[in-house]
């Protein structure tokens, strides 16, 4: 147990025991008490974040069980740090208890993981965590009026219980994320429930930060899917890219040292350590604004808020301008006499550096195409430095980079011309029928989510200046998706093989799958066509939603349709809906329909026979 004497005040390390280096400058201690006071004053929201994400199938009453366990284990601790339970990790605690839980193991079937210790049962809770939540209701919506009254009634229950709806509902979001969502819902909440047009407020307050959400979501989830798959290495690499790109002025010894403190803290964020995750998040921040004169010029604001709003405005604070004597190329990499002594040297700093150097020349292109040109240039070298002469073969890198850039720009244009011409809706389509066709083991509420987030990529990029980067970058979240977050998924060869193989060009991968082979197909007795009770009260995005299903279940059952006879069967559904539910028993019209128009021919006469047989 490390404790830290200095003059004036004694620091406890409760929950703050783990790898903790020493501060050395006053603002450091600074920070490190203020975030040690912050995770002791949020007890409650960490508790909810970390067991709502962990077992999302807990009721809130039993979280609130454990919120109360914490409590007074915070509170234990902080009346006499020398107990022994106080030095332990705070996930540990947390895990220990909820493995205490009468009965909770077994209720929600986790008894395996409370069966391990330390390191293996962490990752055990990890794998454990659901990333279709589909088995979860919707987020109960309730009338303004009365969210208002709960609101007022009991304050911290109503706010607890959100915070818990979306954790679980979010299960690898980071928790000051979260946590930042949480202040915005009660000022929120604080606001609307003053005004006269309640719900006009709520909506129009609570669409930028469900996006916000949803955007950081994303992105977080795909660099954990990345770490998962391919070990720190990526990990260093995107986040190269993604700061020199944010910090051109920053300088590369500088940023090795950033990058130390920003690994540790997606350690704790994506093995789901609430704790760890925010300390290392904070000290990532307290390292990015104690150093700001050379880092960025325009994060000055943001550094002067609080944890955890301070994070993701730098999070989302603009790209710095780059230094006025940053030339174009750096010749270090393509003209030097000596890249190969150099990269033997140190193969791992020289690549890094190299991204490094490319990416701050580089605000314009996309987080996969910095790592795309990285790895044309591993390969290169590889390539070169075992040729008569290396720089001669290595001084038309350049060149190659350019090449990979118009390949990927060609990709993306296509993409948005696709979107131009089709419009959102049949784009959504031509998704779904393509994801599904690639795909076709996912669930079907998987590959509509999928489908329609290709298609928002491109309604949101499409249009914008910085069209390329957007798209790619928001393309290549979705397959991140697709591939996994906390499981090496195993979905089809040809899909794992995309997803495994090479991060960066993962993308390119996909691009040329076709449908896959191994698929056969589900036999249609298996009730994907059966009439939905609710179909004729179902309205605009219900009903929209329920054609989405209906394209995905259709391409399952039979692959080999084009996107052509698809899209008519789609127009065909539409027309049977409105039909059917004008119709005396809507229900028996439309299985009559749906065998008639609906399904090709072949299909029809098995759908009959099956049928005929049944109803003997
Ligand atoms: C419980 O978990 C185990 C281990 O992950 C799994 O094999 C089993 O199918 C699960 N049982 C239920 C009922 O979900
Ligand atoms: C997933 O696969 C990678 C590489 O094949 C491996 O290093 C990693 O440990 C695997 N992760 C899990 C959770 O199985
Ligand atoms: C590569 O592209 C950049 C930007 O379009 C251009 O300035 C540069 O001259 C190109 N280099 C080569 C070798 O083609």
């Known amino acids: 147990m490390k404790q830290l004497k200095l003059t004036g005040f004694v620091i406890f390390f409760f929950f703050l025991t783990e790898s903790l280096t020493l501060p050395t400058k006053p603002q450091d201690i600074d920070d490190v008490r203020i975030t040690k006071k912050f995770i002791e004053d949020n007890v409650v929201y960490i508790t909810i974040i970390a067991f709502a994400q962990y077992i999302q199938e807990a ?21 006499d740090m020398t107990l022994p339970e106080c030095s332990k990790l705070a996930n540990d605690v947390l895990l220990e208890n909820i493995c205490a839980m009468e009965g909770l193991p077994q209720k929600y079937n986790f008894s395996h993981c409370c069966h391990k210790v330390d390191f293996e049962r962490r990752l055990c809770f990890l794998h454990n965590k659901k990333a279709e939540v589909g088995f979860l209701p919707p987020l109960p919506t309730l009338d303004p009026e009365e969210k208002c009254q709960t609101y007022k009634t009991n304050k911290e229950s109503f706010l607890n219980n959100y915070i818990y709806e979306v954790s679980r509902r979010n299960p690898f979001v980071f928790a000051p994320t979260l946590l930042t969502v949480a202040a915005r819902f009660e000022e929120m909440a604080e606001t609307c429930c003053e005004e006269q047009e309640k719900a006009n407020c709520f909506r129009s307050k609570a669409e930028p930060f469900i996006q916000y959400l949803k955007a950081l979501s994303s992105y977080q989830k795909n660099v954990c899917g990345a770490l998962l798959k391919f070990g720190p290495q990526i990990l260093q690499s995107i986040n190269i890219a993604v700061l020199s790109q944010k910090f051109p002025k920053i300088e590369f010894k500088q940023l090795t040292s950033l990058l130390e403190d920003i690994s540790s803290k997606y350690d704790g964020c994506c093995g789901g350590d ?24 325009k994060i000055k604001e943001c550094c002067e808020k609080k944890i955890p709003e301070r994070g993701e405005c730098i999070i989302y604070s603009n790209k710095d301008d780059r230094p006025n004597d940053l030339s174009p190329r750096e010749a270090k990499f393509t003209e030097s006499e000596n890249v190969c002594e150099e990269r033997d040297a ?19 292109l996309s987080t996969p195409e910095l790592l795309r040109i990285a790895g044309v240039y591993e390969d290169l070298l590889r390539e070169c430095c075992n040729s008569q002469t290396p720089p001669d073969c290595y001084k038309d890198a350049e060149k190659k980079f350019n090449e990979t850039t118009e390949k990927s720009l060609k990709i993306v244009q296509r993409e948005c011309e696709h979107f131009q011409n089709l419009g959102k809706d049949d784009l959504k389509y ?3 029928a393509r994801l599904t066709k690639i795909a076709p083991q996912l669930s079907t509420d998987e590959l509509t989510f999928l489908g329609k987030e290709m298609m928002i990529a491109l309604a949101t990029c499409c249009t914008l200046s910085e069209e390329f980067a957007c798209v790619d970058n928001l393309m290549d979240l979705v397959l991140g998706e697709l591939c996994g977050i906390n499981k090496n998924r195993s979905i089809n060869p040809t899909v794992d093989h995309c997803c495994k193989t090479n991060f960066a060009f993962r993308r390119s991968c996909f691009e040329g799958l076709e449908a896959d082979k191994t698929y056969v197909p589900l036999p249609p007795s298996q009730g994907l066509f059966t009439f939905p009770p609710d ?18 279940n259709l391409v399952k059952l039979k692959p080999e349709l084009t996107e052509e006879a698809l899209r008519s069967s789609l127009i065909e559904f539409t027309n049977v809906v409105v039909k059917c539910c004008q119709a005396e028993g809507p229900e028996a019209c439309f299985e009559e329909e749906v065998l008639l128009a609906i399904l090709p021919p072949i299909q029809l006469v098995f759908l009959v026979k099956q049928k005929k047989t049944q109803l003997l």
């Open 430 to 432: 031509h998704y779904l």
């Open 535 to 552: 179909l004729c009260q179902a309205h605009n995005e219900e009903l929209q939603r329920k054609k989405d299903r209906f394209l995905v």
């Open 59 to 79: 009721s809130f009453e039993e979280v609130e069980m454990l919120v109360k366990a914490m409590k007074e284990y915070r509170d234990r601790c902080l009346a």
């Open 274 to 297: 609430v704790v760890h995750c925010i300390r290392g998040r904070s000290k990532v921040m307290s390292h990015i604004c104690s150093k700001q004169d050379s880092i960025s010029s």
């Open 346 to 364: 140190d193969p791992e700093t020289f690549l890094a550096e190299f991204l490094y150097e490319y990416s701050r020349r580089h605000p314009e």
